[in-house]
């Protein structure tokens, strides 16, 4: 929902065979593109919800006045090969007033935004496309707002890739957080060390060669999309020790046999210079994510060589007992060393075991990002209270993994949930809410591929997106229930394959709602 939104009961016909969409005079070619794709969605009439039996009349038998154009304005000039980041300006204003409509935004950002929602007021009624007069003032609430792939455990083909950037834009998420590679396979190629997906790829065709990871940051900036890619380690690397085994700790048939990055090894840092410099290159985002999740300290813990680097180095907790070595402390030795070495103007994002081991080597809360995964609510709230607290900024995951599914609407449970809600909790007033800098939705893909990737997508996703995009005042998902429904059924008429998300209902019927949403209204100010 905007932040603030005003619709009168006075509705305007909207010419949708005709519809233009005037650019603005500082415009490029992400800004016309996105122009090009909102004026098909009306000409084409894809999201008009026309009851069967009902027909589309012609403008001629219409009485009201008519809106034929939205005027587009942006106050600041745009280059051609300008890219979505972390500090774009996603605001927008838009007015439908008597029969002129105009959408205003500083940044091609929030032009895009902008166009989603106007496509979005457009209904069907009284045989007519129609509007109501309307006023809009927006902007995000937060500024990351994520989708997390996995494409290792099932690989995806690229234009499935694009159809959820598709649905993310409608969605209006900003970040694809790529979690590109895992243990079972390592499906990105690599120009520097070409056995990673020769060996740890499924197949030769299932890798994602450079040219498709181009197009698709390309693809996803004209939908205002970032893209940050995970490589995660030192955990979750049997694929890459398949091609570069050196790389990983070898500890016998016992465990796998190769466990997690060796963090002792000078080879190790050589590689992870040299492959890390190969993903600044070919990403252009501002931020990677570097994992850190669920490593298996018991195959480091194994080798005698490791366990007296660690003792020689305090890394224990009470005594040198096997049991009381500090994994935790070892793996901030890894971190710290692995960010020394990757590309000084990348910000790297970590899962929340990164936090432990960061402070145990005083990683600075500039050189990490930490993402919240684990638990239930008390769990995450405290462990997000505790994060900022310390200074470092938080992403929130943990009540939105939508892999986990279960029967009728679950999609209520992520509405609830809220990155700011350990705030309220808080003793004390001295938290900063800038450093809870959003959320991202997480899809692991153990039993989800192309097949089934959409509809146990949408539109579950779109709940916690409206949770990061709207205010903090909207919390009933009752209110939100029927609109949901609304949008379901436009993104599957644009395509998108959706689970029905509020039980018996039909897609070709009538609606049960249509513009203005009375029950989320909020006046402009």
Request: charged share 25%; aromatic share 14%; glycine share 6%.
């Amino acid at each position: 929902m905007p932040q603030a939104y005003r619709a009168e009961n006075i509705s305007l016909v909207v010419d949708v065979d005709g519809f233009t969409i005037q650019r603005p005079v500082k415009t490029c070619n992400r800004v016309n593109r996105a122009i090009a794709r909102y004026t098909n969605h009306i000409n084409s009439k894809i999201d008009l919800f026309i009851p069967d039996g009902e027909k589309l009349q012609p403008l001629s038998q219409s009485n009201g006045r008519v809106l034929r154009q939205l005027k587009v304005s942006m106050s600041r000039p745009c280059d051609d090969d300008d890219l979505p980041h972390e500090h774009m300006s996603e605001q927008y204003k838009l007015v439908v007033s008597g029969a002129e409509a105009t959408l205003s935004a500083q940044e091609p950002w929030g032009v895009i935004r902008g166009l989603e929602t106007f496509s979005q007021l457009i209904y069907f009624s009284s045989s007519h496309a129609r509007v109501n007069v309307t006023f809009i003032k927006d902007y995000p609430r937060f500024s990351f707002r994520g989708l997390m792939l996995d494409t290792a455990r099932h690989y995806i083909p690229v234009r499935y890739l694009k159809r959820t950037l598709d649905a993310m834009s409608y969605n209006k998420l900003n970040v694809f957080h790529w979690h590109m590679v895992d243990d079972q396979s390592f499906p990105y190629e690599s120009k520097v060390f070409p056995k990673l997906s020769i060996k740890g790829a499924y197949s030769a065709n299932q890798i994602y060669t450079h040219a498709d990871i181009r197009q698709l940051i390309d693809y996803a900036a004209d939908r205002a999309i970032r893209i940050v890619p995970e490589f995660d380690s030192p955990g979750h690397t049997r694929s890459w020790g398949l091609g570069y085994p050196e790389l990983l700790t070898n500890c016998s048939a016992d465990y796998y046999p190769f466990g997690a990055v060796n963090p002792l090894s000078k080879y190790t840092y050589q590689f992870m210079t040299t492959f890390w410099r190969e993903i600044a290159d070919l990403f252009p985002d501002s931020t990677v994510h570097v994992g850190g999740d669920e490593i298996n300290y018991k195959c480091w813990l194994k080798l005698q060589y490791i366990r007296d680097f660690m003792i020689t180095n305090n890394m224990t907790l009470d005594n040198y007992d096997f049991l009381t070595l500090d994994g935790d402390k070892l793996q901030g030795y890894y971190l710290k060393h692995l960010i020394d070495v990757m590309p000084k103007e990348r910000k790297k994002i970590a899962w929340e075991e990164a936090f432990n081991a960061a402070k145990h080597w005083n990683i600075s809360t500039d050189e990490l990002i930490i993402n919240v995964w684990k638990g239930g609510d008390y769990e995450w709230q405290y462990t997000m209270e505790n994060i900022v607290r310390q200074g470092y900024k938080a992403i929130l995951s943990a009540p939105w993994y939508l892999n986990y599914i279960s029967y009728g609407r679950d999609w209520t449970k992520y509405y609830t949930q809220d990155p700011h809600t350990f705030l309220n909790y808080a003793s004390g007033n001295d938290i900063s809410r800038e450093n809870v800098i959003g959320g991202q939705v997480c899809m692991w893909m153990e039993f989800i591929d192309e097949s089934n990737l959409e509809p146990t997508l949408w539109p579950r996703a779109s709940s916690p997106a409206e949770k990061l995009w709207s205010s903090a005042e909207m919390t009933d998902w009752k209110k939100a229930e029927a609109r949901f429904e609304h949008h379901r059924c436009r993104m599957s008429r644009r395509g998108i394959k959706t689970q029905p998300n509020s039980g018996p209902g039909s897609c070709r019927g009538t609606m049960k709602i249509k513009p203005p949403y009375e029950a989320a209204q909020q006046y402009f100010n």
